[in-house]
């Protein structure tokens, strides 16, 4: 464990068995946590993490907490980028201590879409289950969007938006929300 200040402020890098547990359990799901080679491997990532990431700057900290404090999103947007034509996926971990799984369900009421849910991930899906979540993901783009071409416009215009990167979709699907 080191100790390391920043502007007066005191972080902590600490890797001692009890702080791991604790991360662990808030991370990941019971199946993770009864695998004694999963929990082994998980971490090696972990102690590597704390090892070599280098600690947050206050500015990240303070935005981090803004965002937290702010996590919530009018129901007129949710149903603004519902309507959008973007393809949405919800991926819920029903072993999840950090996000309660009752939320993933009132956001999909709102925005529809395709919902899978993993029964014993934690909120590290992706890492927990990376295989399965891959191929659900992949699954998923790969499936055409329901709502993909708008019904204004001509159709130049819509194959110039067919061919637009997805990125760029989502942000003027975004744009057009705020």
Not at 57 to 84: C, E, F, I, N
Not at 106 to 127: C, M, Q, S, T, Y
Not at 158 to 169: E, T, Y
Request: no cysteine; aromatic share 8%; glycine share 6%.
């Amino acid at each position: 464990v080191s100790t390391q200040s920043t502007w007066g402020i005191v972080t902590r890098r600490a890797d001692s068995p009890q702080t791991l547990q604790s991360v662990f359990g808030m991370l990941y799901g019971s199946r993770t946590l009864d695998d004694s080679l999963a929990v082994a491997k998980m971490l090696e990532y972990h102690h590597h993490r704390v090892h070599y990431t280098p600690l947050p700057q206050v500015q990240g900290l303070m935005m981090h907490a803004l965002a937290v404090a702010r996590h919530y999103v009018p129901t007129k947007k949710l149903k603004a980028l519902r309507d959008s034509g973007i393809k949405i996926m919800i991926v819920v971990g029903l072993d999840d201590r950090l996000i309660r799984p009752v939320n993933s369900y009132i956001l999909h009421r709102h925005l529809g879409g395709k919902f899978v849910r993993f029964e014993d991930a934690g909120h590290n899906l992706p890492n927990e289950f990376s295989k399965e979540f891959n191929n659900v993901l992949f699954d998923h783009i790969q499936q055409p969007a329901v709502q993909e071409v708008h019904a204004s416009g001509s159709i130049s215009s819509i194959l110039a938006w067919l061919r637009m990167p997805i990125s760029d979709k989502i942000r003027s699907a975004y744009a057009s929300i705020v």
